[in-house]
């Protein structure tokens, strides 16, 4: 009996191994799926790995090799075992091929001599007579088949007649079989113990590997959170909507308050920090137009955060305030009365306004202006996102040579305040200007945006009237909007 193992990447195939090398007789003694390859199991892809063995060795086979000179008994058994994986599957193996062996050596000896039986005949018996003293098998096996001398029929076993006529094996036979069923048995339970030997090995491996590892690759604890040296301070801030990293900065940048009294701890700290806030925020000049040389500022902005309400409010400053020559230029024609509404406010304040629907009507007004001292410019409300609409506004500032005010309102999310900066800066932004601050209590966002562009802040409005609601920017003033209103 020949055991081997083979191993593919499927079943079929190791079916296929087995079948062209052991022969369509071949007997599948194990079936187990692994995995191969990898380092310590990661990567690694999986197999089936098949144990097979051959039947008994051939009968015509075996009389052959104990007829022919000098057969030694040893050609029996088969040259390697590759499925003798283990010292129990060895001592079975010698177990089946000595009693295969012994089974093919006893029965080579019978095949001899019922063969020399049949070939010498008595002369005295006739044919009729001969197949009587025969078994019934060799006498149809004479009958079917046309009779040679050189290669007489042997039969396949001589039954033992029994009481009824049936026929059944020999006790020689059933302890072979008895035998050989032990060894198969003997070979699966050690093949089983083997596998489990090398799963409990590979699992011990990794369990070692990865103990050894965890102390370099664990992460470190975070280290513990200390709160800054003026918790309440730092508290409002984050209330507000400042960014966590930046409200620490500013109170941990704070003088030692441990110092003063308690009541005169917090009101001397909130002081502190207004100057520290008002120190961080760029502050841009404000307009402040010759007499008789034109200063043109064009405005711009996404939809509704209140640019052509601010115009007004610019224009009424300079014109009814400081007494400035202010003429008013839209090129918003897209929405619905915005014409209208700034033609209102021009005749509410005697300023004259001029529509262009068109860059060239737009560069033609300018040159109309050129003896006024201020020229304000209203656009449209532009998407941050649409990036061909950023594009004609860049085109827009670039043939008028303006100075460009980008105008956010302060109830805008501060990603959304921070994008539209990015995007309308490809067109052109100078100054900031802060609309609609009573309309939120969330006024860190404005802080967090002026600290991470660092674009100026120019004005701030805080209502709807005309001309009050709108305030030069101021570092305190707003320090103050965002920590006393912003509770």
């Not at 737009?362 to 409300?381: F, H, K, M, Q, S």
Request: net charge neutral; hydrophobic share 40%.
């Amino acid at each position: 009996m020949l055991i081997r193992e083979y191993e593919a990447n499927s079943l079929k195939e190791c079916l296929t191994q087995i079948r062209n090398e052991l022969g369509p007789e071949a007997i599948i003694l194990d079936t187990r799926k692994a995995r191969k390859g990898g380092l310590l199991g990661i990567g690694a892809r999986e197999i089936v790995r098949v144990v097979a063995a051959t039947g008994l060795v051939p009968r015509e086979e075996v009389e052959a090799k104990s007829l022919s000179t000098g057969a030694s008994k040893e050609e029996g058994r088969p040259k390697e075992s590759a499925g003798a994986t283990s010292a129990a599957a060895a001592r079975a193996y010698r177990t089946i091929a000595a009693v295969a062996n012994n089974s093919t050596e006893q029965r080579s000896v019978s095949n001899r001599s019922a063969s020399a039986t049949k070939t010498r005949p008595s002369p005295s018996i006739s044919s009729s007579h001969e197949e009587e003293y025969l078994p019934s098998s060799t006498s149809k096996a004479r009958r079917t088949t046309p009779a040679t001398k050189s290669h007489p029929v042997e039969p396949a076993a001589e039954p033992t007649p029994t009481t009824n006529g049936a026929k059944k094996p020999s006790v020689s036979s059933m302890q072979r079989i008895g035998e050989l069923e032990q060894a198969l048995a003997e070979i699966r339970e050690a093949l089983d113990t083997l596998q489990q030997q090398q799963q409990l090995a590979q699992e011990q491996t990794v369990t070692a590997v990865v103990s050894a590892l965890a102390p370099v690759v664990a992460p470190s604890a975070p280290p513990p959170l200390v709160l800054p040296a003026c918790p309440e301070l730092y508290k409002r801030l984050l209330e507000i909507g400042v960014d966590e990293a930046l409200a620490r900065d500013l109170v941990e940048n704070l003088p030692d308050v441990s110092r003063w009294s308690e009541q005169a701890r917090l009101p001397m700290a909130l002081s502190a920090l207004s100057d520290l806030i008002a120190r961080r925020i760029p502050i841009a000049a404000p307009l402040s137009p010759t007499p008789g040389q034109l200063t043109t500022v064009v405005f711009i902005g996404p939809t509704g955060v209140g640019k052509t309400t601010t115009i007004a409010k610019l224009a009424a400053r300079f014109a009814l305030l400081e007494h400035k020559r202010v003429a008013l230029l839209t090129v918003d024609t897209y929405r619905i009365a915005a014409v209208e509404q700034l033609k209102t406010y021009g005749q509410i304040m005697d300023i004259p306004v001029r529509v262009a629907y068109d860059q060239s009507e737009a560069v033609a007004a300018v040159r109309e202006c050129a003896d006024y001292d201020l020229l304000l410019i209203d656009t449209a409300g532009r998407s941050q996102k649409n990036t061909m609409q950023v594009g004609e506004l860049k085109s827009l500032i670039d043939r008028l040579n303006t100075k460009s005010y980008l105008v956010l309102s302060a109830c805008m999310k501060e990603r959304d305040m921070l994008e539209a900066v990015e995007r309308f800066s490809k067109a052109r932004v100078d100054n900031l200007i802060f609309t609609k601050l009573d309309e939120t209590d969330s006024r860190g966002s404005l802080l967090n945006v002026l600290d991470k562009t660092g674009v100026p802040l120019a004005y701030i409005t805080t209502g709807q009237k005309v001309p009050e609601d709108i305030e030069v920017a101021d570092g305190r003033r707003f320090a103050h909007l965002l920590l006393e209103e912003g509770r």
